[in-house]
C-alpha cells in the first residue's frame, strides 16, 4: 500500500510533504521537529517537552493561548515529545487550513518575544503534575525510569525519560528556552506534513508563503554519545511501589528504529506475547496461572534500542516461577523458532496493523505522522510499502537468529517491581534502585 | 506576498459535509442490520450492539454482564480459547470489546478480503459461545486479580467510589467489573442464563462498515447471523425505564484515604440528564464552556492559570436513566483544596454571576460544529457514531440534525440547562488521596463531615 505524496525543500531547509485524500474535509498539519530529549544535558532533563508546552502559550503575533483560535476553528490538536522528536498538530476543517499554517509559523518563527517567566512557571508547574500522575502516582510508573538508567550509563542521551527529573525541571531557566529554541526549533531541522483535503499546487504555495520568510538558522550540534557497552551479565534490580503485586522486567539492548533485525525483532515480540495464542501468554496465563498479564515490545529509537518483557504475578505465585518460565519459554523460542503458523500469524497482523494506522490523516499515528517519521529519520517519506516488506522479509530463520544473538540470558537487565517493604518478594540479589 | 501578521486569517467558506449514508435493514430473526460504505482503505469493521450493558446486572451479581462479554471470546463452536484467536490472527483481525452500563458493543475489524472469516467468528462468538467451565474459572481469577490492582489505581478507585455514593441500590452504581464479593460465588450457569435472556437477535443490531458495497455487507451479516433464532422459551426483554435515583439533601464530601499518593484524585458531580433529554444539545454547549474542552473555564482556571494540574475535565455521561455530571482531574496533594474551591466557584458561577457570554457561546458551539465531521473519517469511527443512534433510538436524520440544532441554542438555552441540570448545592465530591497530607486543610471546603471511604 503507498501513500502518493509530494516533497519540496524551502530554501531555509524545511521539509513540505503533501498528500492529497478527499475522502473527509479535513486537514491534517503535522510538523516535527528534529529533537526530543535525547538532546537535553544531564542537569536538565525533561527540558524539551516542558519547551513543548511552552509552544502552546502564545507567539509573538499571537500572544495568547493557542488552543482557542484552533478549537474555535473546530480543529483538534495535540503536541508530543519523545526521546529523538518534538511533534505538533493539527486537525483543521479544509477553511482552517490557513489559520492552523499563520500559527504554526508564527511560533516556529517568533515564540521568544512572547515568552515571560509567569508562562514558565505555570507550565512548569503542569508539567510537574504531569509527572505525578502519569509516573509518580501511577502503579509501576517509576519503574521505565529504572530499567533505561540500568541500560545506559549517565552520560548517554537514553539514560533518562523524556518527563525527565523534577529538580532538573526546577533548575531550568528561561535562558535555557531561547537558547533551547534558537538551536533546535529552526525550519532546516523540521519536517512538515499537510495530508487531507488539499490541492497540492496551491498548498505548497500557501505553506511557502508563510514558512519561506524565516530564517534557516545553523544545523543543531550532533547528538555525542559512547554506544553502551554490550552487557555481559544479568544485573538485578529491586524497587519498591505502592503496588499490590509484583512484577517482573526483563530488559535487552536491541537494534535502533530501522536498522537490521528491528523488524524482526517486532515479530519477535508478537510471537511471544501478543494476543491468546501468544507463547507467553499461553503458556503463563492460559495454562499454568502464574501470571495476570504479559507484554513483550522491541522499543526501536533513533541510536538505539531495547527490547522489553513484562510479567505481572498471579497472587500467590513469584517472580521466581515467572523468570523461570520466561526463560524456558525463551529457551524454546531460540532452540525451534516459530512455527509456520506463529510466521503466518505475525505476518497477517503486522500487515493489517500497517493499515490500521493509515486510515486517519493526522493525529498521532496517522498518514501525515508517518510521512513525518520517516522523513526525518530516512530521509524517504515515501517509505510505507519498503517498511511493509521489511516484515515480510523476516524468515523463521532469521527469528531464530535475531532472539538468540539479542536475548541473552547472560546479558540482561531483570527489574523486580515489588509492593513497599516486601522486598523478600524480589528476585534474590536484587540491588535496591533510586528513582522518584 | 508578504503574510500578514497583524491578525489571524480569516476562516474560509464552510466546506460542508456529507454524512455518510446509513442503509437500514433487518434479519428475518429481528436483527437489524446497517451497512455504512467506506472506500478509503481495504478493511471492514463489524459492530454488533447488545442494548444491555452492567445496569442489566442482577442486584447481587454486579459484574455478570461483564463477565458474559468476556466469555464470548473464550472459544465458540468448534473452537477453544486458543484455537478461536489463531483463526483471528491468521486474518490479522482485531477484536475489541467493551461494555458500559447501557450496552456490550464488539467490534471486529479486518483487511476487507477477510471480512467473510472475520464476521463468520463474530456471529459464532455471539450464537455459540462454548462457555466451558476451565475457562470460565480462569477469567473470573483475571478479573479479581484486576480488582486487587485496581487498588492501586487512583483514578479507577475514584469512579468506583464515585458510582456508589451517587448512585446507591441502583443500576448505576457499580462499574462494569463488579467487586470481589460477587465475582467469587459467581456461577457458569448465570453467565450462560445471562446469554440465554439477554443476548437476543431481535434486540441486537450489526453495524458494517468498510471497503465493500452495502449488498455484499449485508449479506455478509445475512450469512453470519441469520440462522440465529431465539433461544426456547426466551421472551424479548424489553428496554425498562432506568429509574431516577434519589438525589442527596446537600453537597457532602468523601475521602478515600491512599496513603503517600502523589497526588489526589478528584471527581465532583452529581445525577443529571439521561440521554433523552431534549436539552441535549444545549448541555453539550454548557459543557463545552465550563469543562469539555482545554479551554474551557474550569481547565483554563486550574491547569492555565494556577497550574494546579495537567488537565481537568467535566461531563454529562448521557445514558438510558439519567447519568451524572462529573469533574475529574488529578491535582497536587498541597493544593487539593484550593482545587477543589476553584472548581466548585466555577460550577456555581456557570448558573449563578457569571452566565455564559456571548463569545463562550460561539467558541462553544464552533468547536462542536466545525470539528464535527472529524469523527466520521474512519470505517469504525462511523459505526460507533451509528450505534449510538441504535442504543438510544436516534432519529435518522440525527447526524443531518445537530450541526443547525448545536448553532441554534442561544445563550439563555445554555444558561436555562445549568439552571435546569446543575445544582451547585447537592454536588458530591469524592477525594482519593494522602488523609495525612491534606485531612487538615478539608474543613476551609465547607462541605461539612467528611464521609470516609473504605478501600473495597
Request: with cysteine; glycine share 8%.
Amino acid at each position: 500500500m503507498n501513500i502518493d505524496f509530494t516533497r519540496h525543500t524551502l530554501a531555509n531547509g524545511l521539509d513540505i510533504l503533501i498528500h492529497e485524500d478527499h475522502g473527509c474535509p479535513i486537514v491534517a498539519v503535522n510538523l516535527w521537529y528534529h529533537v526530543g530529549s535525547k538532546n537535553e544535558k544531564p542537569g536538565r532533563t525533561g527540558f524539551a517537552h516542558l519547551f513543548e508546552h511552552l509552544m502552546f502559550e502564545g507567539s509573538q503575533h499571537h500572544d495568547r493561548g493557542y488552543f482557542q483560535p484552533l478549537q474555535e476553528a473546530g480543529a483538534s490538536l495535540n503536541g508530543s515529545t519523545n526521546a529523538d522528536r518534538t511533534n505538533y498538530w493539527e486537525v483543521v476543517p479544509r477553511n482552517a487550513l490557513e489559520l492552523a499554517l499563520w500559527m504554526e509559523s508564527d511560533r516556529m518563527g517568533y515564540l521568544l518575544p512572547a515568552l515571560t517567566d509567569a508562562k514558565f512557571d505555570n507550565q512548569r508547574e503542569v508539567v510537574l503534575n504531569e509527572r505525578r500522575q502519569n509516573y509518580e502516582n501511577r502503579p509501576y510508573g517509576l519503574a521505565g525510569m529504572a530499567i533505561v538508567g540500568a541500560l545506559y550509563a549517565p552520560d548517554h542521551p537514553y539514560h533518562w525519560l523524556t518527563i525527565g527529573a523534577p529538580d532538573d525541571l526546577r533548575a531550568a531557566h528561561l535562558d535555557d528556552v531561547r537558547a533551547f529554541f534558537q538551536t533546535y526549533y529552526r525550519p532546516r531541522n523540521a519536517s512538515l506534513a499537510l495530508a487531507g483535503d488539499v490541492h497540492t499546487g496551491e498548498v505548497l504555495a500557501l505553506a511557502t508563503e508563510y514558512f519561506g520568510p524565516l530564517e534557516a538558522g545553523h544545523d543543531p550540534p550532533p547528538v555525542e554519545f559512547t554506544p553502551p557497552a554490550r552487557l555481559t551479565a544479568e544485573s538485578r534490580l529491586l524497587l519498591e511501589d505502592r503496588v499490590e503485586l509484583p512484577r517482573l522486567y526483563f530488559a535487552w539492548h536491541s537494534p535502533a528504529l530501522f536498522a537490521e533485525d528491528d523488524a524482526t525483532l517486532d515479530l519477535v515480540a508478537e510471537v511471544l506475547a501478543s494476543g491468546k495464542t501468544s507463547r507467553l501468554y499461553r503458556s503463563l496465563v492460559y495454562e499454568e496461572r502464574i501470571a495476570t498479564e504479559i507484554a513483550a515490545s522491541q522499543n526501536s529509537r533513533e541510536i538505539g534500542g531495547f527490547f522489553q518483557i513484562v510479567a505481572t504475578a498471579t497472587p500467590g505465585r513469584t517472580l521466581t516461577e515467572l523468570e523461570k518460565a520466561i526463560g524456558r519459554v525463551l529457551a524454546t523460542f531460540i532452540d525451534q523458532g516459530p512455527t509456520s503458523a506463529e510466521m503466518d500469524r505475525c505476518l497477517a497482523q503486522a500487515e493489517a496493523n500497517f493499515i490500521y494506522r493509515l486510515q486517519t490523516v493526522g493525529g498521532f499515528g496517522g498518514k501525515s505522522d508517518q510521512l513525518n517519521a520517516y522523513n526525518m529519520f530516512l530521509g524517504e517519506p515515501g517509505y510505507f510499502e519498503r517498511d511493509l516488506e521489511r516484515y515480510r522479509h523476516v524468515t523463521p530463520e532469521a527469528m531464530q537468529r535475531a532472539a538468540r544473538a539479542w536475548l541473552r540470558p547472560d546479558g540482561r537487565i531483570v527489574l523486580s517491581v515489588v509492593p513497599r517493604g516486601r522486598v523478600g518478594l524480589a528476585l534474590g540479589e536484587s540491588q535496591p534502585v533510586g528513582v522518584s | 506576498m508578504a503574510v500578514d501578521r497583524s491578525r489571524l486569517p480569516a476562516l474560509g467558506p464552510d466546506p460542508g459535509f456529507r454524512f455518510p449514508h446509513i442503509q437500514r435493514g433487518a434479519l428475518a430473526n429481528g436483527m437489524r442490520v446497517w451497512t455504512v460504505e467506506h472506500h478509503a482503505v481495504p478493511l471492514v469493521s463489524f459492530l454488533v450492539l447488545l442494548p444491555a450493558g452492567s445496569a442489566a446486572d442482577p442486584a447481587d451479581r454486579p459484574g455478570l454482564a461483564a463477565m458474559t462479554s468476556d466469555m464470548l471470546d473464550e472459544g465458540c463452536g468448534d473452537l477453544n480459547a486458543i484455537e478461536l484467536h489463531e483463526a483471528l490472527g491468521r486474518i490479522g483481525a482485531h477484536l475489541d470489546s467493551e461494555i458500559g452500563s447501557d450496552a456490550t458493543i464488539l467490534t471486529l475489524t479486518s483487511l476487507s478480503r477477510y471480512a467473510e472469516r472475520g464476521v463468520a467468528m463474530l456471529a459464532d462468538m455471539f450464537i455459540r459461545p462454548r462457555l466451558d467451565q476451565r475457562d470460565f474459572d480462569r477469567v473470573r481469577e483475571l478479573r479479581l486479580n484486576r480488582l486487587v490492582q485496581m487498588r492501586d489505581l487512583g483514578p479507577a478507585l475514584a469512579d468506583r467510589a464515585f458510582a456508589q455514593l451517587l448512585y446507591p441500590s441502583h443500576p448505576y452504581g457499580h462499574l462494569p467489573i463488579g467487586n470481589e464479593g460477587s465475582l467469587r460465588v459467581m456461577l457458569l450457569r448465570e453467565v450462560a442464563t445471562f446469554h440465554r435472556e439477554q443476548f437476543m437477535p431481535s434486540r441486537m443490531t450489526v453495524i458494517a462498515a468498510g471497503d465493500a458495497p452495502h449488498t455484499e455487507l449485508a449479506a455478509l451479516v445475512e450469512r453470519a447471523f441469520g440462522g440465529w433464532a431465539h433461544a426456547p422459551g426466551a421472551v424479548p426483554s424489553a428496554d425498562g425505564p432506568v429509574d431516577r435515583p434519589p438525589q442527596a439533601p446537600a453537597n457532602r464530601l468523601a475521602l478515600l484515604h491512599r496513603s503517600g499518593a502523589a497526588q489526589s484524585e478528584l471527581r465532583i458531580g452529581h445525577v443529571a440528564a439521561s440521554r433523552s433529554t431534549p436539552d441535549y444539545h444545549a448541555l453539550l454547549v454548557l459543557n463545552a464552556v465550563l469543562g469539555g474542552q482545554f479551554v474551557s473555564r474550569i481547565n483554563m482556571n486550574l491547569r492555565e492559570d494556577k497550574g494546579y494540574t495537567y488537565g481537568v475535565r467535566t461531563s454529562f455521561d448521557f445514558r438510558r436513566g439519567p447519568g451524572p455530571f462529573a469533574l475529574s482531574a488529578s491535582v497536587g496533594s498541597e493544593v487539593t483544596v484550593e482545587a477543589i474551591l476553584e472548581a466548585l466557584s466555577e460550577i456555581r458561577a456557570i448558573r449563578g454571576d457569571r452566565p455564559v457570554t456571548r463569545a463562550e457561546l460561539e467558541t462553544g458551539r464552533a468547536a462542536l460544529t466545525r470539528g464535527y465531521p472529524r469523527n466520521f473519517e474512519t470505517a469504525e469511527q462511523i459505526s460507533r457514531g451509528a450505534a449510538q443512534l441504535a442504543l438510544y433510538g436516534l432519529a435518522d436524520d440525527y447526524f443531518t440534525t445537530f450541526v443547525p440544532k448545536v448553532l441554534a441554542i442561544d445563550e439563555a438555552a445554555v444558561t436555562r440547562a445549568a439552571e435546569m441540570h446543575i445544582d451547585p448545592a447537592r454536588l458530591l465530591t469524592v477525594i482519593v488521596g494522602d488523609r495525612e497530607k491534606i485531612g487538615p486543610s478539608l474543613p476551609r471546603l465547607g462541605l461539612g463531615t467528611v464521609t470516609e471511604v473504605a478501600p473495597a
